[in-house]
């Protein structure tokens, strides 16, 4: 039954979106409503690899997630497919999908000085100032341009480099997940994960690694956990709402409040916010302006009737139908079920969730470790990424 709720909503979300792209064109500002890109079907020189890789780990994947070497395996396979699915694409188009005036790349040169960066950064949030920041630098904290500006100083400047350390750094998720389920079944749903459209290749797929570590982090040394977490924040305003998840991972069945591990969680992650306060940003002051910066540009054009619930079918392509039949009451799926609703109510969410809610949607694949008749629902998976990338020219 869910299944068909789902694809119902899935379908009501395509037929709505064209309907009203047609009638009121920009208003949706997504012409493959629900999701953002355009309807170009099209092949590339990926679609044999990503059609290769997926019949492999069919076959093989469960089989594999009990090897003595599942991990490592699993990594390379998860970057293999994620690079697959983005040559469907071209390489072109995956080389320069974050140097756009609108992404990170562009103000990478005019960082000279990384403590007057910081400094000045809340002050060039709002739009329409002569120096303000470009859409994805001015819509998250300084941490996001930080990392790409470290990239450029050691060598690794340029879209390719980016590119391909986002879809590095992204399938990572595919390690930390099942270290912190401590259940190694649900490794193939993860390799096959349909969110990987989107992680080859958007700084989304970055948070999605950085998190997915910071949350097994804080399942074996809490205090580290909570530094790396604290660094998402300063990646992007919407990964507060980790916050559930980060209780999922430091509360052990069987046991009472784990007050002294979230302590020493609180802890770290504040160190962080401390260090970038004392360098002249105040991540509250930012996100105050962010919501200001979101609403001065297409966010308050985007129909909150239509977003509210077409994010949810959006969400539903993303973690495929595996996903959505292994939902069940797990303390993973509830608790990244909870920031999801969270910021699909808070209205600073309206489009482009299926790269913005990557971080948390993947858990809701833990459910996907106890599911019968594997091999039938990771061709599912399959499917769904491979005809989502044949048919969106998505924009990530």
């Not at 469907?88 to 000279?112: A, K, M, N």
């Not at 999605?208 to 399942?219: D, H, N, P, R, S």
Request: glycine share 10%; with cysteine; aromatic share 12%.
């Amino acid at each position: 039954m869910r299944l068909v709720i789902a694809g119902l909503l899935v379908v009501a979300a395509i037929i709505t979106g064209v309907v009203v792209n047609i009638n009121h064109p920009g208003l949706l500002f997504a012409s493959a409503a629900p999701l953002f890109g355009d309807w170009q079907p099209h092949v590339g020189l990926g679609t044999p690899v990503a059609v290769l890789i997926a019949f492999l780990v069919v076959a093989k994947g469960s089989e594999l997630a009990q090897h003595r070497f599942a991990l490592p395996i699993a990594y390379v396979t998860a970057v293999a497919w994620t690079f697959s699915l983005a040559m469907i694409d071209g390489w072109h188009r995956f080389v320069t999908r974050l140097t756009s005036e609108d992404e990170y790349l562009h103000e990478v040169p005019g960082v000279t000085d990384i403590p007057a960066m910081l400094h000045n950064f809340a002050s060039r949030i709002p739009d329409f100032q002569p120096d303000s920041w470009t859409t994805h630098v001015s819509g998250h904290p300084p941490g996001a341009l930080l990392t790409f500006v470290a990239l450029d100083r050691i060598g690794l400047g340029g879209g390719a480099a980016a590119s391909i350390f986002c879809v590095l750094v992204g399938s990572l998720a595919v390690v930390a997940i099942p270290k912190a389920l401590n259940n190694n079944a649900v490794l193939p749903f993860l390799v096959l994960f349909p969110g990987a459209v989107w992680v080859g290749a958007s700084a989304d797929g970055m948070f999605l690694g950085v998190a997915a570590v910071g949350i097994y982090l804080l399942t074996r040394w809490p205090l580290l956990g909570g530094i790396v977490l604290g660094w998402c924040l300063f990646l992007s305003y919407g990964l507060v709402l980790l916050a559930p998840l980060a209780l999922a991972a430091l509360w052990r069945d069987g046991e009472g409040l784990p007050l002294r591990r979230i302590g020493w969680a609180v802890a770290g992650a504040l160190a962080v916010v401390g260090a970038f306060a004392l360098s002249g940003f105040w991540w509250l002051d930012g996100y105050e302006l962010v919501k200001l910066r979101y609403y001065q540009g297409i966010g308050d054009i985007r129909p909150y009737w239509y977003w509210a619930w077409a994010n949810l079918a959006a969400l539903a392509l993303v973690i495929g139908p595996a996903g959505i039949q292994g939902l069940r009451k797990d303390k993973w799926v509830v608790a990244a079920g909870i920031a999801i609703l969270a910021a699909d109510v808070s209205g600073l969410s309206k489009a482009e969730t299926e790269r913005i809610w990557l971080p948390f949607a993947i858990w809701l694949l833990a459910g996907t470790a106890r599911l019968d008749h594997r091999k039938r629902w990771l061709t599912a998976q399959a499917v769904t990424a491979l005809a989502v990338n044949h048919l969106v020219l998505t924009n990530w």
